[in-house]
């Protein structure tokens, strides 16, 4: 059975940092690109960072770039995002996805294996 559980989400204040962990299992981790998404209220959701499923190539949306950073670590099974700087406009839900496509897509595919997770909270106050 697959199950990606998120965790590390808060409320911090403006400026703050953050690092959202998820942890996989049920499928094979290291063959999969991952991804962190995230879905504010009213707004479609948007994909903040995609990585390679060795984690050599990073892509990151517009407005995180320099602020967020994506990793993984294969031994573990788990995906990060660490977010400093964080501004209001961050508050969200956070998802993270695997995919057997890079970057992992933000609707799905055809074709393509793609597993969520239920998401954890970000808020950030100003």
């Known amino acids: 059975q697959v199950q990606m559980v998120e965790s590390g989400g808060d409320t911090v204040q403006a400026g703050g940092s953050l690092r959202l962990s998820c942890t996989a299992s049920g499928f094979a981790f290291d063959e999969y690109a991952m991804a962190w998404f995230r879905q504010a209220p009213g707004k479609e959701r948007e994909r903040v960072a995609s990585?390679?499923?060795?984690?050599?190539?990073?892509l990151y949306e517009d407005t995180v770039k320099g602020r967020f950073t994506i990793s993984r670590d294969n031994s573990k099974n788990t995906l990060y995002l660490q977010m400093t700087s964080l501004k209001p406009e961050d508050t969200a839900m956070y998802y993270c996805?695997?995919?057997?496509?890079?970057?992992?897509?933000?609707?799905?595919?055809?074709?393509?294996?793609?597993?969520w997770g239920q998401g954890t909270q970000v808020t950030v106050s100003s």
């Open positions: 996805a695997a995919a057997s496509l890079y970057p992992v897509p933000v609707k799905p595919l055809r074709g393509v294996q793609s597993y």
């Open positions: 990585i390679t499923h060795r984690g050599g190539s990073q």
